[in-house]
Each structure stands twice: as structure tokens, then as C-alpha cells.
């Protein structure tokens, strides 16, 4: 694999990941529990869809075949999508949610850190960019598993019964395969070794607070979403997401 | 005499069509590069009309060479969709003094911090009840307590914040413990 298609396919995964993860929240639009939370989630949505953007233009230019950055998103099928299979698990309960959203986060936050410093310049903008929104969004949702973890019976339930659930799609997060080994050997992407170092810790001072317990170091992760095969769930999100675009393909109004 | 209202209507139209049209005695020739600026200090942030573009530290850099003029803009969040509406803003405005082409360079390199309001848009943040950004942002902890937000209405800075998130993306919400109201804090990025 070249360092130029390991780059492609990398900010693929980044759009990707957060053009669904952005989607997910969206679902929560008019649903969720109280008005602010329905806000901060609105809030993390948008900052998420506005970074997928800027990733799926760059990503358009180097991939250079007359697809823009709605086409990349919008017209391609779950098989060539790129995102992290935790960010199209359903949202489920408001732990889950937050589970998600935190170990995302802190995924995230480690990766912008790195990328902000990447020797591609175009790359290292739009991270430090993304880098200031996803520390906001890590600070809120590692004060969720907290506030739920160390609160009420019911809510540690149900804050240890999503670390359960979820825990099965962390560890994609942190296993490298050849794109992200090309990139890191080229000082483009994050050491994989530094990420997984960096989000094991964060993720277990956090839920150490929340006296919640961490997954088991042996356990079976799923994995494939970088590679396009994905949970059922993916197919159903671009469904409703790629509706308009499906329809009416190339339409210039709306 | 026109009828009761008809001045207001005229007004109106009249402002509409000189947004669109460049009028005939502009001299965009005779501008310099600070009084393009001046220009934008009249272009207001949609979100929050009390500060304009400039204060708020989003217009980066003005190009003028003749009558080529170019203006790099930066957004505040990656998905601000106020940017593309406050573009057409400082478009319209450079177009009703009388430039026909007006470009803008969206940067996004360095990225856009809130050291960069002015202290006059801070101080017009507050008299609009938005709390300022507090200090710098390099110094801003990830995980630690957050800093001591005063209430724009009262002063008091016994408050405490209701979520991490308000009406817009660069807001936050915040409760006065003191004088009892809600209010938005510019959040520190």
C-alpha cells in the first residue's frame, strides 16, 4: 500500500466516522431527555457533520474523480463506508449514548492531538480545527459516565451495562492495521501504539471514578468497520440519510 | 403625502435592490485597506448581532490591488452554519460600496480562537448578556473544573453552569446563583 492510498482511505475513516456518529445524534433531535441535553447533543452532531465535510473535501481532491464531498457522502453504500462500528451502534438508552459518545471521544481526542501535528499540512489544520470542539465533547461525556456510573442504583446499572455492551467495539479503535501502520511510519497519522497507550488509560482513570469496571483485556472485539463490513445497523442509517440524494440524484434544488 | 407606511416599505426595497446593484458614485478605487476594514466593522455576526466580523476575530486578512479585493475568513466551529451566511454578508456589504467582485478565502489554518474578540467585543458581548470567554485559551484544562464565569447581568460570579452546550455552537449555559437568571457564556476555545 502507497503512503497516497493509505491517506485516502484514512480520511475516509475520519469522515466517515463522523458523518454517522453525527447522524446518530441527529436521531436524538426532538427526543432527548431534557432541553439541554437535547442542545449539547445538537451541538456535538453539528461540530461532528461540519468536520466530516472538511475531511470529505480533502478526501475528494486527492481522490479526484468528479465526486464531491456530498457525493462521497451521500451515494456511497455501506460496503464502502470507512467508520468505526462503534459510531453506528443504535443509541439505545442514555448510557449508551453517553458510552458511546466517551469512548469515541477520547478516540478522537487522542487522534486530532496526534493529527494536529501531522507533516501534512492540509491535515494538521482541519485537526487542530476539530481538536478544540472534541475536547469540549470529551469533558462532557466523560462527566456523563461519571454523573451515571457514581449515581443512583439504576443509573450504574445501566451506565456498567453499556460499558458491556460497547466494550466489544473499542477495541477497533485502538487495533492498527496496514493504513494506519503506513501512516504513522510516514509522521502523517498517529502512532498506534502511543493511541492505544493514551485512550486505555484515559478510559480507565475515568471509569475508575465512575466506579464502574472496565471490559476484559482478552476480549472479542468485532472489527471490519475500516474495512467495510459492518454491523446490520450502518445499511438502515444511510437508508434514512441518503434518502434525498438517492431520489433525486444531481437535483441543484431543494 | 404617502400612505401610513409606504416610506417604511420604500426603504425596504430600496435597501434590497442596493445590496444587489453597485450604486453609480461608488469609487471602490479610492478605498484603502483600512477602509475596507472600516467596512467590516459594519457587517454584524447573524447569531449574536452585537459584534460585527471583525470583532470577533474572524476576518483574517484584507487583500486589496485595485479593484481586486479579496477578504480571508475563518469559521468559529467546523460546522458553524452561520459561515456561509456571514460570507454572503461581507459580500453584499463590499458590493453595495461599489466592489463587483469581491472574493472570499475561507482558511482554516491557525484555527480560530476567542483570544481573538477584541476587547471592545467582549465588553459588547457582556452589554449584550453573553459572558465573555474567560482567559486564554492555551490554558484551558481538559478535564478539570471549569473557571469562574460572571454573570453579564449582575456581575456576581456566583454561577454555575447548566450545560456545556447553549443556543450555538461557541455558547454555553450558565445559571446566576445570585440574581437567578440563565444566561449564554462565549465559551474559551
Redesign the interface.
Known amino acids: 500500500m502507497t503512503q497516497a492510498e493509505a491517506l485516502k482511505e484514512y480520511l475516509l475513516r475520519l469522515a466517515d466516522s463522523d458523518m454517522i456518529l453525527g447522524q446518530r445524534l441527529c436521531e436524538l433531535c426532538g427526543k432527548a431527555p431534557a432541553l439541554?441535553?437535547e442542545?449539547?447533543l445538537m451541538?456535538?452532531a453539528?461540530?461532528?457533520?461540519?468536520?466530516a465535510?472538511?475531511w470529505y473535501e480533502y478526501a475528494a481532491e486527492l481522490i479526484d474523480d468528479d465526486r464531491d464531498a456530498d457525493r462521497l457522502a451521500f451515494r456511497r453504500d455501506a460496503h464502502d463506508y470507512r467508520n468505526l462500528l462503534l459510531t453506528e451502534q443504535p443509541n439505545e438508552d442514555y448510557a449508551i449514548t453517553m458510552g458511546r459518545q466517551f469512548f469515541f471521544d477520547v478516540w478522537h481526542?487522542f487522534t486530532l492531538k496526534s493529527l494536529a501535528e501531522s507533516s501534512d499540512?492540509r491535515m494538521?489544520?482541519?485537526a487542530?480545527?476539530?481538536l478544540?470542539?472534541a475536547?469540549?465533547h470529551?469533558?462532557?461525556s466523560?462527566?456523563w459516565v461519571k454523573r451515571l456510573g457514581d449515581g443512583t442504583e439504576e443509573s450504574h446499572r445501566r451506565m456498567q451495562n453499556a460499558v458491556d455492551i460497547l466494550w466489544r467495539f473499542t477495541g477497533e479503535l485502538i487495533t492498527p492495521d496496514d493504513t494506519d501502520r503506513v501512516l504513522a511510519e510516514a509522521g502523517l497519522g498517529p502512532d498506534p501504539d502511543q493511541l492505544a497507550e493514551d485512550w486505555r488509560g484515559m478510559v480507565s482513570e475515568?471509569l475508575t471514578q465512575a466506579t464502574l469496571t472496565l471490559g476484559a483485556d482478552d476480549a472479542w472485539m468485532y472489527m471490519g468497520g475500516k474495512h467495510g463490513e459492518h454491523t446490520e445497523h450502518l445499511g438502515f442509517i444511510l437508508a434514512e440519510m441518503q434518502f434525498l440524494q438517492r431520489a433525486y440524484p444531481d437535483a441543484t434544488t431543494w | 403625502m404617502p400612505q401610513h407606511g409606504e416610506t417604511d416599505r420604500r426603504s425596504a426595497v430600496d435597501i434590497l435592490i442596493a445590496s444587489d446593484r453597485v450604486p453609480a458614485n461608488a469609487r471602490p478605487d479610492l478605498f484603502t485597506t483600512d477602509d475596507v476594514w472600516a467596512l467590516l466593522e459594519d457587517v454584524k455576526d447573524p447569531e449574536v448581532p452585537a459584534v460585527s466580523v471583525v470583532e470577533l476575530g474572524i476576518v483574517r486578512a484584507v487583500q486589496l490591488a485595485g479593484k481586486e479585493l479579496s477578504i480571508d475568513v475563518t469559521p468559529t466551529y467546523s460546522g458553524c452554519p452561520a459561515t456561509e451566511l456571514i460570507e454572503e454578508l461581507i459580500i453584499e456589504a463590499l458590493r453595495a460600496a461599489g466592489f463587483r467582485d469581491p472574493k472570499i478565502n475561507q482558511v482554516l489554518t491557525p484555527a480560530w480562537t476567542t483570544d481573538w474578540i477584541t476587547e471592545e467585543g467582549k465588553e459588547k458581548l457582556r452589554a449584550f448578556g453573553i459572558a465573555p470567554p474567560q482567559g486564554s485559551s492555551s490554558k484551558m484544562s481538559l478535564l478539570g473544573e471549569p473557571e469562574v464565569i460572571g454573570c453579564p447581568h449582575c456581575g456576581s460570579e456566583d454561577t454555575e453552569r447548566v450545560s456545556e452546550f447553549g443556543s450555538t455552537a461557541c455558547k454555553a449555559l450558565y445559571r446566576c446563583k445570585e440574581c437567578l437568571e440563565p444566561f449564554d457564556y462565549f465559551k474559551c476555545i
Open positions: 439541554e441535553e442542545m449539547a451541538n456535538v453539528l461540530d461532528l457533520v461540519g468536520q465535510r472538511n481526542y499540512e494538521a489544520g482541519i487542530a480545527k476539530a478544540k470542539e475536547t469540549y470529551l469533558r462532557r466523560s462527566e475515568v
